[in-house]
Each structure stands twice: as structure tokens, then as C-alpha cells.
């Protein structure tokens, strides 16, 4: 079965140092991976997505993600943390293909705070 | 912990009908709920931000009389697809916010035949 596990609700860093947020996965399939931001009262971002290509995914913002199979596990990291960074990140396992219905879950999501 | 309750959570309707999506709060007051789209391997559209009490804002590109959204209470939150097109078969999810925590439907899988 599918599952997403966040492994911190919340995580405090201060600004200038690096930031890791932790994500396991189990599935079924290959999964396509994504890290999501939430800023308040803002719609989900997309800060990066893994596809079954480059297992090391660069996105916005200075995030990058490597996707390490073997571990089953897509850890979020920032070399240097920004005041700015502090939000919610969800990240996001969607299963999928041409005769497979979509099926997407969401880990419960780690607080991020950047402390001065 | 809070529960976001999407209903249904599959349909399968005929072109040129509408289909109503429900999202709710089940223990907690949403102020504002968001609807997003997802294709095939493709990440997550948001859709619109709906909040309570007034007219939702709908993201560039998204058409407001076909994705009609209604959020009329603090606990629900609409989403009607109208005149319903096969390209518009997608999965619809829905978000609600308590505070500053996001909170997600379980998906609805719409199949316009």
C-alpha cells in the first residue's frame, strides 16, 4: 500500500544554516515524488518533482531532493536556510500510468522555522 | 487531527453534464479552502482559493463559470465542474486550513465519457 511519512511535524533551523526535512514512501509502483510549500493563506507551491529521471532534483529557492530508492526515502535540503523559508512542506507520492487509475497522498507536512 | 472529508471520491459522468464535488471540515472551521487539479504525473494546479463568505479567486488560466466554487459555510466548500468535457477528467483535490495548518481531501477521480 501507499504511504507518504513526513518523520517531523516540525523543524527549527537557524537562518544561514542547512535545512534537511525528512520523507519515506512505500509504493507499490514507480512513484513520481514532489515537494510542496504552503505559505499562509497561499496555495500549495511546487518547489521540485521527481519523475523516474535524474535521481538528484534541483528546484526553486535553492531546494534540491535526491531520490534514493534503496532507502525509499526523498529528503528535502537547503544548503543555507532563509527567514523567508519558514513555512509547511508537504511531500507527495502520486502512483499513475496509462491504465492505472492516479492515486496521490500527502505526508501530514513538517513546519519549518527559521530562527534569526 | 483534523480530517478533511471529499465527496465522492470517484465519478463517472457524461459530456455535457455537471458534476459536484464536496470538500469538508469535519472538526474544525476552515476559513479558507483551496482547489487543485492533478494530470497524469504532472504536479499539482491550483484551481482556486475559496473562502468563506465571499467569491473565490480563481488561478490564471481557469475558468471561473466552468469551475464554479461555492463556500458557504466554514465547514464546506464546493467545487461544480459545468458542462462537463472529456479534458476535463482529472483528479480534483481539496485543501482546508486551520490556522496556519493544511489539511487535505482524500481526491475525487472525475471520468467525463
Known amino acids: 500500500a501507499q504511504s507518504v511519512t513526513q518523520l517531523d511535524s516540525h523543524v527549527s533551523v537557524s537562518e544561514g544554516t542547512p535545512v534537511l526535512l525528512r520523507c519515506n514512501y512505500s509504493?507499490?509502483?514507480?512513484?513520481?515524488l514532489f515537494w510542496y510549500v504552503q505559505h499562509p493563506n497561499k496555495g500549495l507551491q511546487l518547489l521540485l518533482k521527481?519523475?523516474?529521471?535524474?535521481?538528484l532534483v534541483k528546484g526553486i529557492n535553492g531546494f534540491e531532493a535526491e531520490f534514493k530508492k534503496s532507502e525509499t526515502s526523498f529528503h528535502l535540503t537547503k544548503p543555507s536556510a532563509h527567514m523567508s523559508d519558514a513555512a509547511e512542506y508537504f511531500c507527495?507520492?502520486?502512483?499513475?500510468?496509462?491504465?492505472?487509475?492516479?492515486?496521490?497522498?500527502f505526508g501530514k507536512g513538517t513546519r519549518l522555522h527559521i530562527l534569526p | 487531527g483534523a480530517v478533511v472529508s471529499q465527496h465522492p471520491s470517484r465519478v463517472i459522468c457524461k459530456s455535457g453534464t455537471s458534476v459536484k464535488i464536496e470538500c469538508r471540515s469535519l472538526?474544525?472551521?476552515?476559513?479558507?479552502m483551496f482547489w487543485y487539479r492533478q494530470f497524469p504525473k504532472q504536479s499539482l494546479m491550483l484551481m482556486a482559493t475559496?473562502?468563506?463568505?465571499?467569491?473565490?479567486?480563481?488561478e490564471q488560466g481557469v475558468e471561473k463559470d466552468k469551475f464554479l466554487i461555492n463556500h458557504a459555510s466554514l465547514t464546506l466548500s464546493t467545487l461544480t465542474v459545468t458542462s462537463a468535457h472529456p479534458e476535463d477528467s482529472s483528479f480534483y483535490i481539496c485543501?482546508?486550513?486551520?490556522?496556519?495548518?493544511?489539511?487535505f481531501g482524500q481526491g475525487t477521480r472525475l471520468t467525463v465519457v
Open positions: 485543501s482546508a486550513t486551520e490556522y496556519t495548518e493544511a489539511f
Open positions: 509504493s507499490s509502483y514507480s512513484p513520481s
Open positions: 521527481y519523475t523516474s529521471a535524474a535521481t
Open positions: 507527495v507520492v502520486s502512483e499513475g500510468g496509462v491504465n492505472r487509475d492516479d492515486k496521490i497522498i
Open positions: 472538526d474544525f472551521q476552515a476559513t479558507t
Open positions: 475559496s473562502n468563506e463568505g465571499s467569491k473565490a479567486t480563481y
